[in-house]
T-cell receptor, first 112, second 114 residues
């Protein structure tokens, strides 16, 4: 079993839809949770960063962390064609020297 | 967010030659930098962790003599692919970690060995 599981998709939605992306994990020591967006042939771009449990909102993006269920989510409201990319969840523990454990990435396509 | 600059963005080299990739944190000091390799349609694979002023820590299966990492300052880390071969062709990405534990990535370097 992988430490972090993420549905690879691909996920295709119409413009304006609400998108829900999810990751589950097995290591209860994870405390830092991140969502990255990666366009083709580019480096990942940090979208959301959350420490421990809770919700965080930034514009059209909302990140949720439920440590009791070992489950994190990223919601994208009013999705746009420019949101079409691969979304990666990543997490790390306090005692791992900052090493990130990534999900497999979900490929999202938003159709006009 | 913080900015990590990686150069070159793409490079083509002949088999047997060496290639150096630079990674700079422009607006923060990165005591720790990470180097990843990514194959098409796959997630990032951590190659090594470099700490300023000390030797890099390599992941299992990564040849430290082939992938030389130097972290000479708090803002610069380099990856040198020595005696490159076609199987080393890949997308290489660096990241720097801030004091807030966030990790920011460079633009990536596409290496093609012919």
């Amino acid at each position: 079993q992988k430490e972090v599981e993420q549905d690879p998709g691909p996920l295709s939605v119409p413009e304006g839809a609400i998108v829900s992306l999810n990751c589950t994990y097995s290591n209860s020591a994870f405390q830092y949770f991140m969502w990255y967006r990666q366009y083709s042939r580019k480096g990942p771009e940090l979208l959301m960063y959350t420490y421990s449990s809770g919700n965080k909102e930034d514009g059209r993006f909302t990140a949720q962390v439920d440590k009791s269920s070992k489950y994190i989510s990223l919601f994208i409201r009013d999705s746009q064609p420019s949101d079409s990319a691969t979304y990666l969840c990543a997490m790390s523990a306090q005692n791992q020297g900052g090493k990130l454990i990534f999900g497999q990435g979900t490929e999202l396509s938003v159709k006009p | 967010g913080a900015v990590v600059s990686q150069h070159p963005s793409w490079v083509i080299c002949k088999s047997g030659t060496s290639v150096k990739i630079e990674c700079r944190s422009l607006d923060f000091q990165a005591t720790t930098m990470f180097w990843y390799r990514q194959f098409p349609k796959q997630s990032l694979m951590l190659m090594a962790t470099s700490n300023e002023g000390s030797k890099a820590t390599y992941e299992q299966g990564v040849e430290k003599d082939k992938f030389l990492i130097n972290h000479a300052s708090l803002t610069l880390s380099t990856l040198t692919v020595t005696s490159a071969h076609p199987e080393d062709s890949s997308f290489y990405i660096c990241s720097g970690r801030t004091g807030r534990k966030e990790a920011f990535f460079g633009q990536g370097t596409r290496l093609t060995v012919v």
